[in-house]
């Protein structure tokens, strides 16, 4: 009690220090990020986990959660994105090969290293040791994604799609929540193929979809953008690189652009990915003061060390999919952009190399 209690007082604080020395969108940003932290630990919703889950046991229940997720935001998110288009953007990715194998390698490293972005971030907030390892090495990693991304682009890209922009408000809803009954069907069919009887339907997950999704939502409405998490991560490795002299941002065709240059040289408070990030951990934190779990799984060093690598990896081909579940798939999809889907395909792809990886590591 005296823990959360202290964490509370220590969060509120700072919440009032962004607010009068930074800006009222940052504060409230921040308590955003401490709500989704605070879901997805207390409800221990994992989106590597679900995809697992469906993979090795033929439990939908995650994945069906997820798909809630999507729809609820789809329905608020690009309504908005149709009223306002000018005042708020979607999470668009152009379509290309850095796209292909990042969201391949990510889907089969998030199952290795247990935890997408956001699942590395509350885990590491839950004070899990691989995920805490991990946080630095993802960051390192989509550092490195951003600092080559000029080069994968040019091995093949197209310009990003937006189904609100190219098809209407109807048509993005009417193909968004097709792609959406389509995906629902496939976990039903895979989920009819185990000998166990198991319900589709979660009440804490799908609680934990539904407030995550109206969370996703106010940050699109603070922020101006969708959620995201890996983008911050990389900008903290960039700002450590730049500070030891390590690399030239103006000569990088990533960190070169003027937002990436101008985010380099504010303060890391005033960057809107990096405060959310900041409030998931804060809110992990606390759940974690309020209910400490039981001790972790003892690694192995060579379980350490493939996990290690599997976070690196995360990092680096989060950034050249133009983000991890979170920044692809459910601001992608439920903004509207073609990216997302094809994002979801690959990763699930991966996911099935990577569940079999972990297997044979023993995790």
Known sequence: M????????????????????????????FMVGIGLGVVLAGARFGFTTGWRNLIEQRDASGVFAQLILLAVAAAFSMPLLASFPTELSAALGPPSISLLVGALVFGGAMQIADGCGSGTLYKAGLGIPLNMAILPVFALGSFLGSAHLGWWLDLGSVQPVGLVEEVGLSGALGLTYLGLIVLALAAWWWSKTSSVSRSLLNKNLIVGAVLIAVLAVLILVIAGKPWGVVYGFGLWAAKIAQAGNLFDPTVNAFW????????????????????????????????????????????????????????????YSSRLAFGCNVGAMVSGISTGSIHGWIWVVMAFLGSLIGVRVRRYFGY
């Open 2 to 29: 005296k823990n959360r209690l202290a964490l509370t007082v220590v969060f509120a604080a700072f919440a009032v220090f962004l607010f009068w020395f930074v800006s009222v969108r940052q504060s409230l940003l």
């Open 256 to 315: 070169s652009q003027p937002v990436n240059a101008t985010a380099l040289q504010q303060s890391v408070f005033l960057d809107l990915t990096s405060i959310t990030n900041i409030g998931i951990l804060a809110g992990a934190l606390w759940i974690f003061s309020r209910n400490k779990s039981g001790k972790p799984n003892k690694l192995n060093t060579q379980q350490w060390i493939v996990g290690i690598i599997a976070g690196f990896l995360l990092g």
